[in-house]
């Protein structure tokens, strides 16, 4: 739509309808365009602010499709991998990882019938890609190809892979076929003409005369120049691939293929730095002076006189003045954008989703303050979306003008742009014959193709050849591996569980609780999986602890606000919008002291921050550089001595600290729930119901211990712009302590539990709550409001300490294993220091590994998984299904938190893994915090969302296998009533199996229906303790089962 | 043995720490053995501390004896009688260079130690610290250089390794085309500072710092020349001084810079090489006072930086180019005092602020963490709607200033409108000229690498 053209039109034509019918026309236009933009922003990476990281599907606008389809569409959107690079894989397979086994169940699955086809000498279809699978196959761009044609060995040395029986068979034809039909002398028939030309070709580089006594090197040499010769002669004869249309159509991409000139380098420039001036959260000490929205903030910016000097940008001003004068909308300018760059409607959307991906991390980000305002301190108006593509557009125009002009010399109108640049630029899209042929060459010597064979081979014969070979591309062959790679994971694990169980059977209600029905104490994590080994090593060192585990919010969802705190911060998944506020106090014994300390804090803070903001200026600046010398110290010592440092400085902080004798504002008096003073927090009922759900949840509804722990978790570390991606998943990226203690303060309500009791649930009046706080950084325990505890149960608390304390000893000791930087014969006290020491060492790349290796997730009963060694790849969530009832309500609700925030978890690792610079965000080393919202990487780069390379390094990327404690059934229900669940299930983003509650009979989830899983092995090693299993280890470790009754044996 | 026999001993073992360091780092890799993580650290650690170590003794004896003025001289290494010309191996321990190779060392050391850590794992880990110790060989000799020829060499091997360092993340194209622009501002400055030592040579006929100002220990020299002769010489090295601490107008490579890993950054950009050119002038001040039109350059230079710079600060919405331009204000504060002559001010401001940035730059990936910890403290966020500036400018005033200001004072533009496109433009009508004549005199194209086509085809591991 041209809207010069359409003013033009309009004023010709004074009749009322055709204006009317055009502005109609117009508005129609628009909605289209706006519904364009709208479903592109959707492709938009979906982070927030870095400061509440939430883990989720990078690849979420796309699950509506399969998994498999969903990676190659992203693939194509984003340039990005879809899998591990086929290298990697053959790594996997060759330190057992993936065994060859495994590839040939999946491509069977795969091939179906297809795979039985016979397809000449090229054996069955099945055979042919299984021989591909098992040799790596080089490729590369031509000029490499050349190369190694022409410099190194491959035309004079089979490939080592090469077996002696195949070499000596091409030698052996060869050799027979030259002598027999192509040597001069006796002339060749009509179809052996071509290869006499070849041979003498090739032979004028050989000793020709001497043919007769050519030793075995000789020949080899000989049937390899022949054999790649043969292989070009039938490629080159063969037809063409069909061309793919090239997907770019942007005329940067066009320009940039051509020129080798980046428009958008030009435009980046400018753009970025304007739109993080525009989002700025507060740390620019001077704002960006806003003028309305996006658009007239950038108008009044660079519509001013005496710009920038660039040249691209000259014309800048005078086509800025001339939309404001036309006073065109965001809209309207892209619609005349468009029409200026030659855009047509069929190609629109497209080009659209593309110039909205270029700058993805800032356009998405706009997108996500637009849409959830509610998350930030300042968030952007609505339509800046809109405006930013205006701003972009406009942009580019000029960066192409610019970059077609100095490149190519175009002076024309921008519409003829690619059309005059594709010119330029030979279009390469489909295998060229050296690239064809070398793949041929490279399977001929593997799987033993004559010269003869191929050159016999007609036409369309090499047409299938081609077909065959080239369907089974590498992006299939990585999709074969990865699945295999995942298949291996599943039955090793499936395998141990079944195992396992068996195991525990005879010994079950021998052993439960040290020989006890009632556990001494039950301790409650988050269904984490870095929680895994810290209950396992809190099960060995107290076999007569009962351990539970349920979503780290404890079905507390709450704005919550600690008694040094500035703000609200939302405790639950980012699914749920909490109605709840928390609020936590000074002890009203201890108030007087804490204004003390308030106010010191306030000082302090207020003379941090103006040092911080004032060492950046002129006068203050100065100032601070005179007795800049004094930072010296702590800087030295903070960089040498992490650890003492950080306890020095929490000595002395001492003075400052809120007290730790605090109190939650935990129940409501007035209705409805609210942030002013009698509205903050719960009604005796909401904490009934809460308590209630929890203990449903979990199963833990009789057999009450005298001790019950809530253990919410989080982590802290320095220098780690990401710090908040490591806190609980379940509290949307933030701290779980608070949850922990509301829930426990909750359930020790005398009211809550008359309450209760009304529901047949009776917690006995012995039994105790405590809420504490795990810090899986540093591995340290802390507990909330002890002084509450009955005098009764302090004897029993202090030696749950003592345990703790070495549970948390054993886990920092199986955490460290995972660190390079950590010797594997460190003792556990060393380890322990050593996790204390890097929470606080600014220089750590690496505070802790996070989420990284996660890939199964149990929902059911402890007690038939309890001892498996899980190598803190697990989620566990606690789920008893004799206490469900027919419609699996309990499950349900688990299942609706459980699987979105795993199969988030496992995606988002999964994709930052397969391509930490495309989907992830790279290496963490260079990264600028911008505006308080992300990260860039370096000087200046787009946003970057997703995982940094440090944080996924030791994943393994496998889609999550959820091991359901129910029947099939059941979970064809759960599956049928939630549309979300059932859309990851068959989508196949994660992988699914039932493990029925009393056969113990396994069901996987395949192509839409269960099907019986046959154990494959018995074997699962057995040893007596964690640290007898994984000790002297880094890598990947299997299951294995502990049993403390193997130390017995071993003693004896 | 003799206080001297001492001080030469010293001096050596100051200079042969980072030179071994140099080769023992640098060879392995060459001959295809490279070190593992540990040992490059310990190599690192011992040269750091031993060279701090022998330094302080240095400054100890220094102190105790009474001199403030201790030579190495290593001798003349080429003589050339009939041009007058000698180079001469001399380096000078004084109250200047005692200081900065102190702080050089403990800098140098503490960001080793920070970034044993911070690179663990990473694949260049051997060639960061191969830069490294160039960076600390080029530190160290520059700043106890005493001839101009040695402080060149010394200048030289902080350039180079500074631009590898910008360019250390090679697979992405956004540092290597930073890197190459840092190392093109560092051409524009060492062809000025070349051309003063050319100067030098032809007014004093050595390089001997000695000669041009003065015999006496520093800050007292009194520099032996006319102030004419001063100010041209002086003007170049200020040209110099000016691309390597990124003083106006050739500011724009340094938020340009912060693409290296966060220690090498804050090593380079906020403590040592960015105040290299500051101590050049520091060195050559006895010339300032002879030529009042030279102080006053520098003094102009200095201001228009760091109000400039300030006026940058201002705007920039992430830490690294924020702390950049916060250097660069000191920077030019550092040379504003240079230029009124507060020598001993300079050079505290130039300690003290080079460990300030350090920490700061360090700390910078905290930032999230320290604001969090800091609202808390004071109980909220600041909500300032429109700074200093905002409240006191007319609106159209604002808006051009802040663009200014975003768009970094259009220095880059300039320095490629003006002086880089005049060169191109040159360069092309040289080339269009040559296609000419070896066209007309082959009788047809000349040109075989017009043909060449460009190779974009997709391997075949990328193709979906």
């Known amino acids: 739509m041209n809207v010069s053209t359409l003013d033009a039109t309009t004023a010709s034509t004074n009749s009322r309808t055709s204006e009317e019918s055009l502005a109609s026309s117009l508005k129609d236009r628009l909605n289209i365009l706006r519904s364009a933009v709208v479903e592109a922003a959707h492709l938009l990476p979906a982070q927030g602010p870095i400061t509440a990281f939430v883990h989720h599907n990078t690849l979420h606008a796309l699950d509506h499709l399969t998994f498999d389809e969903a990676v190659i569409k992203g693939g194509e959107l984003f340039s990005c991998h879809p899998y591990l690079p086929e290298q990697r894989y053959r790594e996997k397979l060759k330190h057992g990882r993936i065994l060859p086994e495994d590839i040939e169940a999946v491509l069977s699955e795969d091939l179906g019938d297809r795979g039985d086809e016979f397809l000449g000498f090229l054996g069955t279809r099945h055979s042919l890609q299984l021989n591909m699978l098992a040799y790596p196959l080089r490729s590369g761009p031509v000029a490499e190809l050349r190369w190694v044609v022409a410099e190194t060995d491959a035309l004079s040395k089979f490939r080592e892979e090469t077996t002696p029986a195949n070499r000596d068979h091409l030698i052996e034809t060869t050799r027979r076929w030259v002598m027999r039909d192509l040597r001069n002398g006796h002339p060749p028939a009509a179809n052996n003409i071509r290869a006499r030309e070849l041979v003498d070709g090739i032979l004028e580089h050989f000793d020709k005369p001497d043919i007769e006594h050519w030793d075995e090197s000789t020949w080899e040499d000989f049937t390899l120049h022949l054999l790649w010769f043969v292989c070009r002669d039938g490629v080159g004869n063969a037809p063409l691939q069909k061309e793919i249309h090239p997907a770019s159509s942007r005329h940067r991409d066009v320009l940039l293929k051509a020129t080798g000139a980046d428009s958008d380098r030009l435009v980046h420039e400018v753009l970025i730095r304007f739109c993080a001036a525009f989002m700025d959260q507060g740390f620019g000490s001077w704002p960006l002076p806003q003028a309305g929205g996006f658009f007239e903030s950038f108008v009044a910016l660079y519509g001013c006189p005496y710009g920038p000097p660039s040249l691209w940008m000259r014309g800048l001003r005078a086509e800025l003045e001339r939309i404001q004068k036309a006073g065109l909308t965001s809209l309207e300018s892209i619609a005349e954008s468009l029409e200026l760059l030659g855009v047509g409607e069929k190609e629109e959307a497209e080009f659209l989703v593309q110039t909205v991906l270029a700058l993805r991390g800032y356009a998405g980000m706009l997108w996500q303050l637009e849409c959830r305002g509610d998350r930030v301190a300042r968030p952007v108006p609505p339509d800046t979306l809109f405006e930013f593509l205006a701003v972009r557009l406009i942009l580019d125009r000029l960066a192409v003008t610019h970059v077609a002009r100095e490149g190519i010399g175009y002076q024309g109108d921008l519409r003829g742009v690619r059309a005059a640049v594709t010119e330029h630029a030979q279009s390469c899209n489909v295998p060229s014959v050296d690239q064809r042929s070398f793949l041929i060459f490279q399977l001929a010597q593997l799987l033993g193709w004559s010269p003869e064979t191929l050159y016999q081979l007609h036409v369309d014969n090499w047409s299938i050849v081609l077909r065959e070979v080239e369907e089974f591309s590498s992006v299939k062959r990585r999709s074969i591996y990865h699945r295999a790679y995942e298949r291996r994971y599943r039955l090793q694990a499936l395998d141990a569980m079944l195992v396992h169980a068996q195991r525990l059977v005879p010994q079950a209600k021998l052993t439960q609780f040290a020989g006890s029905d009632t556990p001494a104490f039950q301790f409650i994590t988050c269904i984490d999986d870095r929680e895994e080994s810290f209950r396992r090593h809190l099960e060995e060192v107290a076999p007569q602890s009962e351990t539970l585990s349920a979503a780290g919010f404890y079905a507390v969802a709450m704005y919550y606000r600690g008694a040094a705190d500035a703000y609200f911060t939302p405790l639950c998944p980012v699914i749920i919008k909490p109605s709840h506020y928390v609020v936590e106090h000074v002890a009203y014994s201890q108030k007087q002291k804490e204004h003390l300390h308030r106010n010191r804090r306030r000082t302090i803070g207020t003379v941090t921050q103006r040092v911080h903001l004032g060492s950046r200026t002129f006068a203050g600046g100065w100032f601070a550089a005179l007795f800049g010398s004094l930072a010296s110290l702590p800087l030295v010592m903070r960089i040498l001595y992490p650890r003492a440092t950080s306890r020095f400085r929490s000595l002395i902080g001492g003075f400052v600290q809120a007290p730790s004798a605090t109190e939650l504002q935990l129940e409501r008096t007035e209705d409805p729930p609210g942030q002013s003073n009698g509205h903050i927090g719960y009604s005796t009922k909401e904490m009934a119901d809460i308590v209630a759900r929890i203990l449903q949840d979990i199963g833990l509804t009789h057999n009450f211990s005298p001790l019950v722990i809530f253990c919410g978790h989080g982590s802290s570390s320095l220098n780690n712009p990401h710090e908040s991606a490591y806190n609980c998943g379940a509290c949307a990226g933030a701290r779980g302590g608070p949850n922990a203690r509301a829930i426990a303060q909750m359930a020790n309500d005398p009211r809550v539990r008359t309450l209760l009791e009304e529901r047949n649930l009776r917690i006995p009046l012995e039994t105790a709550f405590v809420g504490c706080y795990h810090d899986t950084c540093d591995d340290s325990v802390a507990f909330y409001d002890l002084d509450q505890l009955p005098l009764s149960h302090r004897e029993l608390f202090d030696e749950v300490q003592g345990l703790l304390g070495e549970a948390r000893r054993r886990n920092a000791h199986e955490r460290c294993r995972r660190f390079r930087s950590v010797s594997l014969t460190a003792t556990p006290d060393a380890a322990l220091k050593h996790v204390e020491s890097r929470a606080e060492d600014l220089s750590q790349a690496r505070p802790e590994y996070n989420h990284a290796t996660n890939a199964l997730c149990i929902v059911g009963r402890r007690e038939w998984n309890r001892g498996l060694f899980l190598d803190r790849r697990a989620f566990l969530t606690s789920y008893d299904p004799s206490q469900d009832d027919e419609e699996r309500t309990i499950l349900t609700r688990i299942l609706q938190a459980a699987i979105p925030v795993c199969a988030g978890i496992s995606l988002e690792y999964y994709f930052s893994t397969v391509d930490s610079e495309g989907y992830g965000c790279g290496n963490k080393l260079p990264h600028n915090i911008t505006s308080l919202l992300g990260v860039m990487t370096g000087a200046a780069s787009d946003l970057r969302p997703g995982l940094s390379a440090q944080m996924v390094e030791i994943h393994e990327p496998v889609r999550i296998l959820f091991v359901i404690e129910t029947t099939p059934e059941a979970m064809l229900q759960i599956l049928n009533k939630n549309e979300g669940i059932d859309r990851l299930v068959r989508g196949e983003w994660v992988q699914l199996a039932t493990i029925d509650p009393y056969t113990s009979q396994i069901q996987y989830f395949v192509r839409g229906k269960f099907e019986p899983y046959t154990q494959e092995s018995g074997e699962l090693p057995e040893v007596a303790s964690s640290a007898d299993w994984y000790r002297g280890w880094r890598d990947h470790l299997g299951f294995a089962s502990i049993s403390p009754s193997k130390r017995a044996v071993q003693t004896q | ?464």
């Open chain 2, 1 to 464: 043995m003799s206080t001297n026999t001492l001080f030469f001993i010293l001096g050596i073992a100051v200079l042969v720490c980072p030179a071994t360091l140099v080769v023992i780092l640098g060879l392995p890799p060459l001959v295809g053995r490279p070190l593992s993580e540990k040992t490059i650290n310990r190599y690192a650690y011992a040269a750091t501390v031993i060279g701090l170590l022998a330094s302080l003794f240095m400054l100890a004896m220094m102190l105790v004896v009474g001199t403030r003025h201790v030579p190495i001289e290593l001798g003349n290494w080429v003589i050339i009688p009939q041009q007058h010309f000698h180079f001469h191996l001399k380096f000078i321990f004084d109250r200047l260079s005692i200081p900065y190779v102190i702080l050089s060392f403990l800098l140098c050391g503490t960001v080793s130690a920070f970034t044993s850590h911070y690179l663990h794992r990473e694949q260049g880990y051997g060639r960061f610290y191969v830069c490294y110790s160039f960076f600390l060989l080029g530190m160290i000799v520059s700043s106890l250089a005493g001839t101009i020829e040695v402080l060149f060499f010394g200048w030289e091997l902080v350039g180079l390794s500074s631009a590898l360092l910008v360019a250390y993340f090679q697979e992405r194209p956004a540092p290597v085309i930073n890197g190459l622009r840092v190392w093109s501002v560092y051409r524009i400055a060492d062809a000025a500072f070349l051309m003063a030592a050319v100067a030098m040579h032809h007014l004093t006929g050595a390089g001997d710092f000695d000669r041009l100002v003065g015999t006496g220990s520093w800050p007292d020299g009194i520099a032996v020349m006319t102030g004419g002769q001063a100010l041209s010489v002086g003007l170049l090295l200020l040209v110099a001084a000016a691309g390597k601490s990124a003083l106006v107008p050739l500011s724009g490579w340094l938020p340009r810079a912060m693409e290296g890993p966060t220690p090498s950054s804050a090593i380079f950009y906020g403590a040592l090489s960015v105040h290299l050119g500051a101590y050049l002038l520091l060195r050559v001040s006895p010339l300032l006072e002879v030529s009042v039109p030279l102080a006053v350059a520098v003094v102009i230079v200095g201001l228009m930086t760091s109000l400039m710079a300030t006026l940058m600060a201002r705007v920039q919405t992430d830490i690294k180019s924020a702390l950049a331009f916060a250097s660069l204000t000191q920077v030019g504060i550092i040379v504003v005092e240079i230029g009124l002559g507060f020598r001993y001010i300079a050079l505290i401001h130039i300690l003290g602020h080079a460990c300030l940035r350090t920490l700061q730059l360090l700390r910078a990936p905290t930032l999230l963490h320290d604001y969090h910890t800091i609202e808390n403290a004071i109980g909220g966020r600041s909500t300032e709607e429109s700074g200093f500036w905002g409240r006191r400018l007319p609106r159209s005033l604002q808006n051009w200033s802040y663009r200014f200001a975003s768009e970094r004072g259009y220095l880059d533009g300039m320095l490629d409108v003006f002086v880089v496109r005049p060169f191109q433009r040159l360069f092309q009508w040289c080339d269009a000229a040559e296609r000419c004549w070896t066209d007309f005199l082959s009788g047809g194209h000349s040109r075989e690498s017009d043909e060449v086509q460009i190779h974009n085809e997709i391997v075949e591991e990328l193709r979906l």
